[in-house]
């Protein structure tokens, strides 16, 4: 049974880098058949792709926050990650990390297991 | 303002039928059948309930189904019980970004 959990602080301050780290259970995150994704709720509010890495380290952003964030993968470690710098307190949200497959070079735009979220608040 | 447009809300009776509807454009929801819809509870991830437009996950209720119609999406869920009130975001690929888009949700209460 494939599993994700995210980790990292729940408090950053204005101006700084949120990072975040998603280990993957059940599954390897190298594998051709998947691609691994972050995406954030606001609270009382809609959710948002932030942006999705795959095994090999490429990656796709989120236009609105292309300037700010990066996506990187460890295989080594099973876990891929999330930096958004420059954070607001629009920042603040519940994110996840989820995952997605790919079929040979077809794209599923659907997320099959997610992470239980974790809240991540930007205040000084 | 999100990207696909959702009724803030809706409500039924245990046992009637409800729809959601999820308005997009020709480059997303209108251009591609990758329209999923998933359920959240409150403090809980979203759940996938529909795929592709109209596929359900294996364990996901024949109660669920989906459907499309040019730019528009459509939820319906039949037989209402308790346990479906929560909250329904629909999403589609997006052209414009090469991501995956939702709609801002929409509260289901069963009455």
């Known amino acids: 049974q494939v599993q994700l959990q995210e980790s990292g602080p729940g408090l950053v301050k204005p101006s700084q880098t949120l990072s975040l780290t998603c280990t993957v259970s059940?599954?390897?995150?190298?594998?051709?058949?998947?691609?691994w994704n972050w995406i954030r709720q606001p609270a009382g509010k809609g959710l948002e792709c932030i942006g999705r890495?795959?095994?090999?380290?490429?990656?796709i952003y989120n236009p609105s926050l292309k300037s700010r964030v990066s996506i990187s993968v460890d295989t080594s470690k099973n876990q891929f990650s999330l930096k958004l710098n420059s954070v607001t307190a629009a920042d603040t949200a519940v994110y996840f990390c989820?995952?997605?497959?790919?079929?040979?070079?077809?794209?599923?735009?659907?997320?099959?297991?997610w992470g239980q979220g974790t809240l991540v608040t930007v205040s000084s | 303002q999100s990207a696909l447009t959702q009724p803030a809300s809706v409500s039924g009776s245990p046992g009637q039928s409800i729809t959601i509807s999820c308005s997009g454009s020709?480059?997303?929801?209108?251009?591609?059948?990758?329209v999923s819809w998933y359920q959240q509870h409150p403090d809980k991830a979203p759940k996938l309930m529909i795929y592709?437009?109209?596929n359900r996950p294996s364990g996901v209720s024949n109660r669920f189904s989906g459907s499309k119609s040019g730019n528009t999406a459509s939820l319906t869920i039949s037989g209402l019980q308790a346990e479906d009130e929560a909250d329904y975001y629909c999403?589609?690929?997006?052209?414009?970004?090469?991501?995956?888009?939702f709609g801002g949700g929409t509260k289901l209460t069963v009455l």
């Open positions: 020709s480059s997303d929801v209108g251009g591609y059948y990758f």
């Open positions: 989820a995952r997605a497959r790919l079929e040979g070079d077809v794209h599923v735009y659907y997320f099959d297991y």
């Open positions: 890495v795959y095994g090999s380290g490429s990656t």
């Open positions: 999403s589609s690929y997006s052209s414009r970004t090469t991501l995956v888009i």
């Open positions: 059940g599954g390897s995150i190298s594998s051709d058949s998947y691609y």
């Open positions: 592709d437009v109209t």
